[in-house]
């Protein structure tokens, strides 16, 4: 019998983010920020059987490189995702993303009238008091954020930058 795959090409240079919840891709592009209009070589698989997971999304960036805190957000929405950074066609470094115990100066509180809201100088805080479903409390106002509110504040204040 014969068997075919559908192959997404290796990439010479940039990030490979792999093992991403299937049909999550697009959601965790616009949260970067990232709209296909910088000129980037970009591919977006989604929904592709993975041995781990079932299925899988993944995305490849070619000739971009993600910051501390871009990989901070992917691991807010991601955590079970794997950041390869690829250079000259190599894996040169493999990071199994976690979500922290802790998550500074990543997102806004929701609280309008929060202190963080306010004050330049103090950085928001949050602990993380429920993993699945993801849970996060501010740790000045209290105020308990969830996943989708956590999104959307993450995509919002990219766009606002
Ligand atoms: N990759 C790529 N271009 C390269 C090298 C790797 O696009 N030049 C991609 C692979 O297709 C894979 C990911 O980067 O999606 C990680 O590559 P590799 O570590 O070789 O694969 P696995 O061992 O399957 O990774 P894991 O153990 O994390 O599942
Ligand atoms: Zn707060």
Do not use: W
């Amino acid at each position: 019998m014969e068997f075919r795959e559908l192959r997404v090409q290796k990439i010479k240079d940039g990030v490979v983010i792999d093992h991403l919840k299937a049909g999550s891709a697009l959601k965790i592009l616009e949260m970067l920020g990232i709209t296909g209009s910088e000129g980037f070589v970009i591919t977006v698989a989604m929904n592709v059987p993975s041995q781990k997971l079932g299925l899988k999304d993944i995305i490849k960036i070619e000739g971009r490189y993600l910051s501390p805190s871009e990989t901070s957000k992917i691991a807010l929405l991601a955590p079970k995702a794997t950041l390869n950074v690829i250079k000259d066609y190599r894996v040169e470094s493999k990071e199994r993303l976690r979500l922290p115990d802790e998550i500074v100066g990543i997102v806004k509180c929701s609280n309008p009238t929060c202190i963080t809201n306010h004050e330049p100088a103090i950085k928001s805080k949050f602990a993380v008091v429920s993993r699945d479903p993801l849970k996060i409390k501010c740790g000045y106002c209290e105020t308990i954020m969830n996943r989708e509110e956590l999104a959307e504040r993450l995509s919002r204040e990219r766009c606002l930058q």
